[in-house]
């Protein structure tokens, strides 16, 4: 057997080692993802956390809406000074 064959079988033996591991992970996900108590946790989770959502997201509009105000208002008082200077 030459070592172009035995770096060939290598690799089959590799990738067939990976194939086999995604498979395992891929079936206790789908057992993970199928326990009714981490269904109910789930739906208990995602109700918990629209309210926050909500909250995070208003205050982030919040926050945009008073830097642009205040770059507004920077920007008004700029525009005032270079037009008193030039008077």
Known sequence: MTELEVL?????LVLLSAGLQRATIARRLDRIEA???????G?????VGRPM???????????AVRAYRRRSASRRRHETTIVDKGD
């Open 8 to 12: 060939r079988r290598r690799r089959e």
């Open 35 to 41: 326990n009714p108590a981490r269904v109910a946790l």
């Open 43 to 47: 739906y208990a989770a995602r109700m």
């Open 53 to 63: 959502l909500w909250k995070l997201g208003s205050a982030a509009v919040g926050l």
